[in-house]
């Protein structure tokens, strides 16, 4: 009986030391970005994009450290293709809640999560289609972790201002134009 008192009362203090640092972390209101960072190039991690223009930025209540481990952590485990990755999953990776993490990545981005992880899915499906420009736009949604293909559509779309199948045909004719000289 006392063993069961004692994991209750062990619980309730690390339950109060949770909720202090998140009171505390919650105090601070960091400045949201404008808009988020412009994605012009895909040979540069999506995630380097973000801390560039993140250390332009001059935020003090914003946790760069946590960002930066998010961006890595997305960058080298790309937990992005798994089709039911959560913030709750990322939260615990970083271990951290998912409100302040929410919170960190719409500050420093200018996004919400589901668009920060559409950002990294979408710069996956460009990557995979340069590597093999015969895939169909079916192939890269189901490659880079979305749901459906509408989902994709709609993700590249806002992300590239150009539909994904246009932006293949484009792609597919530069690669034309480089290896066939007499092409020009």
């Avoid at 994991?7 to 404008?34: D, N």
Wanted: charged share 20%.
């Amino acid at each position: 009986m006392t063993v069961i008192i004692i994991i209750l009362a062990i619980s309730v203090v690390l339950l109060a030391i949770g909720l202090l640092f998140s009171i505390i972390r919650r105090g601070i209101t960091p400045k949201v970005a404008e808009a988020p960072p412009p994605i012009t190039t895909i040979e540069e991690p999506a995630g380097q994009q973000m801390i560039k223009a993140l250390s332009r930025e001059n935020d003090k209540g914003v946790d760069r450290e946590l960002f930066v481990r998010c961006c890595r952590y997305m960058e080298l485990r790309k937990p992005f293709l798994v089709e039911s990755f959560s913030l709750d999953d990322l939260a615990l990776a970083m271990f951290t809640n998912k409100l302040y993490l929410s919170q960190t990545i719409n500050a420093c981005t200018g996004r919400n999560f589901r668009n920060f992880v559409n950002n990294y899915r979408v710069l996956y499906a460009m990557e995979l289609f340069k590597k093999n420009n015969r895939l169909r736009v079916s192939d890269l949604s189901n490659l880079s972790g979305f749901h459906s293909p509408v989902t994709f559509n709609m993700a590249f779309k806002l992300m590239m201002d150009e539909a994904p199948g246009a932006w293949c045909i484009r792609v597919r004719l530069q690669n034309q134009r480089k290896s066939d000289p007499a092409a020009k």
